[in-house]
């Protein structure tokens, strides 16, 4: 009933911008935290930037001061604005939302399927 749709990604080359976003949709109750990460080949799995339901944003050491993630007034979209792009940046980059869905106990974790980030050099 919930998913989270994806937009965005792309070939740019070093130094250029992306815009990502992510929608939440169905019925919700609350949103926890809401952002995202990014994937490598060959590497780990790791957090590039997450927004909490109190406001506070947590971003990447390699990430910060070049993107910046914000939520739409009605805290159900992010919009992931990356500035500056390195080669290092290029991986398959994920949504992801810690929610409480309508009429749960609990809540749940939820995935964007994904969306390809290249950058040439």
């Known amino acids: 009933q919930v998913q989270l749709v994806e937009s965005g990604g792309g070939l740019v080359q070093a130094g250029g911008s992306l815009v990502l976003s992510c929608a939440a949709s169905?019925?919700?109750?609350?949103?926890?935290?809401m952002g995202w990460y990014r994937q490598a080949p060959g590497k780990q799995r790791e957090l590039v930037a997450i927004?909490?339901?109190?406001?506070?944003?947590d971003y990447a050491d390699s990430v910060k001061g070049r993107f910046t993630l914000s939520r739409e007034n009605a805290r159900n979209t992010v919009w992931l604005r990356m500035r500056s792009l390195k080669p290092e940046d290029t991986a398959v980059y994920y949504c992801?939302?810690?929610?409480?869905?309508?009429?749960?106990?609990?809540?749940?974790?939820?995935w964007g399927q994904g969306t390809q980030v290249t950058v040439s050099s």
């Open positions: 927004l909490s339901s109190a406001g506070t944003t």
């Open positions: 992801n939302a810690d929610l409480l869905p309508l009429g749960s106990s609990y809540s749940s974790t939820y």
């Open positions: 169905g019925s919700i109750s609350a949103i926890n935290a």
